[in-house]
């Protein structure tokens, strides 16, 4: 089974502070992806990697920023939280680019920005 | 531009119930269709996906969903609901040429006893 884990289920900042959001998968995948879950909104598509050191925009790239140094893990950033990126953030994994290979997701990131 | 729909914000249905939940999608071409079910605090979980072929589809927990080209929709259906199928259920569509997947707004399933 695909296992993909984000570091911690709950996290609390402060407005201002440089904030990082971890994700490893187990599986080799090459596409990995960072959304965010807000209420009535549904996900929403941050930032995506097909490879190594490789990344796009997604829809609300703004005030994120990400990194993958390893295929494996995937990271993403909040240079500057601000109380309006308090969110539930997901990050998921898939098979090579063009497959359209389902996303296999983590359990997702709590965070609240005070 | 790809886009989708779930019209039901919130369903409730009686254990034993059947149950149906609505999806309608916007593109092209033939899409890529999935449907993700997530339970309280964790993260989603593939329940089936369309890519081809034939147009009802069997997923997993008991789940299977129609694709209807003439409709654009790819309505979850499950004959006998279970108290764990409580849940928030979302549909998603994808395209050919991108590993991106547009998600719809979800559809949160109560269940009675």
């Known amino acids: 089974d695909v296992k993909v884990t984000q570091s911690s289920r709950y996290l609390v900042k402060r407005t201002g502070e440089k904030v990082f959001l971890e994700c490893v998968q187990d599986m080799d995948h090459e596409n990995m992806f960072w959304y965010r879950q807000d209420p009535g909104l549904g996900l929403r598509l941050i930032y995506f990697s097909y490879d190594v050191k490789m990344k796009e925009k997604g829809d609300i790239p703004e005030g994120y920023s990400v990194s993958r140094e390893k295929k494996e893990r995937f990271s993403l950033i909040l240079e500057s939280a601000s109380t309006n990126q308090t969110s539930m953030y997901l990050c998921?994994?898939?098979?090579?680019?063009?497959?359209?290979?389902?996303?296999?997701f983590g359990d997702g990131t709590r965070l609240s920005i005070l | 531009a790809q886009s989708v729909t779930q019209p039901d914000i919130h369903i409730t249905v009686s254990e034993g119930a059947s149950l149906e939940l609505r999806c309608n999608y916007s593109y092209g071409a033939t899409p890529y269709l999935f449907w993700y079910v997530q339970s309280p605090g964790q993260g989603l979980q593939l329940l089936l996906k369309?890519?081809?072929?034939?147009?009802l589809v069997q997923g997993i927990k008991g789940f299977e969903a129609e694709f209807k080209r003439s409709q654009s929709s790819f309505n979850l259906r499950k004959p006998s609901v279970h108290w764990s199928d409580a849940a928030e259920y979302f549909c998603?569509?994808?395209?050919?040429?991108?590993?991106?997947?547009?998600f719809g707004t979800g559809t949160r399933l109560q269940v009675f006893p």
């Open positions: 998921a994994s898939s098979w090579d680019r063009g497959r359209n290979q389902p996303q296999h």
């Open positions: 998603a569509v994808g395209s050919y040429n991108t590993d991106k997947l547009i």
């Open positions: 369309y890519f081809s072929g034939d147009t």
